[in-house]
């Protein structure tokens, strides 16, 4: 038994089956010093040591079957209160082998059993909290334990002679130790099937997951550059409708510019995983498009390159999203560049404008004339900012006279014909007591006209 559990411990690398031999180890000793057996073939010559063999052996037993239950029962994660319990038991069952060379041996055995007695009615208890969630291994280990103590207790009335004396009940013990050993390990090995079959589920939980995946997601060699592993995603990505027929594509030949992979590569290399790294693929059919990808390399236990990682994500639309926006924005800077452009040309022409308007209204009288016997009184606002609008006095000779012009149009071009025509007013003051010929003079008439 202890064979075959060191066997299985060392394939499945299991340190339940190592607390479980290291148990087994010490119950076995524990019983042969009991029966003088260990004394007889082992260490006749030690007499100290086997007065505390004993204790010790019951104490190593304490350890070995609190570590067991922990790691077999999964307590940190069951039952934490419960996990602490026991790890205390081991601590006070190591200081009771340090003990065992100080204190005499009626004393120390004591002790060991009193906490053998802990740990066995806790093991019950505990299997059973745990066999309730329907956890198989610790009904059987509870079955086991059971049995176990079924023997102790029949060895305690052989011993107050309430059960009669024979072989049975003198070695009622042993047989629960062995039938508890046998037990426990149908118990590990059902544990292996759970764990089997826990594995498997998460397996195809797994599969299930990386096939469903709303984005692809591979698995690739390095030098070679070839695909150990590839979703459905990933293989319709780049145009391909089987996934095995994707599969046996080089990744270089999945890039747009072949050295694009040599440059990628030498990146891994050098940080060893990448996020979000942007890269342009080549589709089945030759078209390209924009990919996001996220990798990381996976070393052997040399430390050698084994395997990559990644996930890949179709980015071509958003790329192509973020151009038109990038394209709206620069011809939103140009719109409101020529925009700023045309209002600093309105101020300008604004201030010209006003300058003008300035200038216009300088060439109006800026007072009526008094002439006695009349009241003149003018008031002048252009349609826009400058018109062709005009008045203006003159008083000569005892005659006064006086123009009202209105230029067809609006705006600079009336005003310059105003400008002209106050010019040629001021400069015909002789003709003011003939208007007519004033007019004959600037040909605004023609002779028969007048």
């Not at 064979?3 to 499945?12: A, E, I, M, Q, R």
């Not at 205390?88 to 340090?98: E, F, G, M, Y």
């Not at 039938?179 to 059902?190: C, R």
Request: proline share 3%; hydrophobic share 45%; with cysteine.
């Amino acid at each position: 038994m202890i064979l075959y559990n060191t066997l299985l411990g060392f394939s499945l690398k299991d340190k339940t089956y190592f607390f479980y031999i290291f148990y087994v180890v010490s119950v076995t000793l524990f019983e042969t010093s009991l029966n003088g057996i260990s004394y007889q073939f082992f260490w006749k010559n030690f007499t100290y040591w086997n007065a505390v063999s004993i204790p010790i052996f019951v104490s190593l037993s304490n350890i070995g079957i609190s570590a067991f239950i922990i790691s077999f029962l999964k307590l940190k994660n069951n039952l934490p209160f419960l996990n602490k319990v026991f790890r205390l038991i081991i601590v006070s069952s190591i200081i009771c082998v340090l003990l065992s060379f100080f204190v005499s041996d009626s004393k120390i055995i004591k002790l060991a059993m009193l906490f053998t007695a802990i740990s066995s009615l806790l093991s019950i208890f505990t299997a059973f909290l745990i066999a309730r969630t329907g956890y198989r291994p610790a009904k059987i280990y509870l079955i086991a334990w059971c049995i176990f103590l079924f023997g102790a207790v029949l060895l305690a009335f052989n011993r107050f002679q309430i059960v009669p004396v024979n072989i049975f009940t003198e070695n009622t013990v042993q047989i629960g130790v062995a039938i508890e050993s046998i037990l426990i390990s149908f118990a590990l090995a059902d544990r292996i099937k759970i764990l089997q079959r826990e594995k498997e589920t998460a397996q195809e939980e797994y599969i299930a997951l990386f096939n469903n995946l709303n984005v692809g997601a591979y698995r690739n060699t390095d030098g070679e550059g070839r695909f150990l592993k590839a979703n459905p995603v990933v293989a319709r990505m780049f145009g391909f409708d089987d996934v095995d027929e994707f599969m046996k594509m080089q990744v270089a030949d999945l890039y747009a510019d072949p050295l694009d992979r040599k440059t990628f590569l030498q990146m891994m290399r050098a940080n060893g995983e990448c996020r979000n790294h942007e890269l342009l693929l080549k589709r089945k059919d030759g078209s390209f498009f924009y990919a996001s990808l996220t990798a990381k390399m996976h070393y052997d236990k040399e430390n050698k390159y084994y395997y990559m990682d990644g996930i890949i994500e179709d980015i071509t639309e958003l790329k192509n999203t973020q151009r038109e926006l990038e394209k709206a924005q620069l011809e939103s800077i140009e719109s409101l560049r020529k925009t700023f452009q045309i209002e600093s040309e309105l101020n300008i022409f604004k201030n010209e404008m006003d300058l003008a308007q300035k200038i216009q209204q300088s060439m109006l009288p800026s007072k009526t004339p008094k002439v006695e016997g009349l009241d003149i009184v003018a008031w002048y606002k252009p349609m826009e900012s400058i018109g062709g609008d005009f008045y203006d006095f003159q008083v000569k000779g005892g005659y006064v006279g006086f123009i009202i012009a209105d230029v067809s149009g609006h705006g600079v071009p009336a005003a310059l014909i105003v400008s002209t025509f106050k010019t040629a007013f001021w400069f015909q003051e002789q003709m003011i007591p003939k208007p007519a010929f004033w007019f004959q003079e600037e040909n605004l008439l023609k002779p028969e006209e007048l």
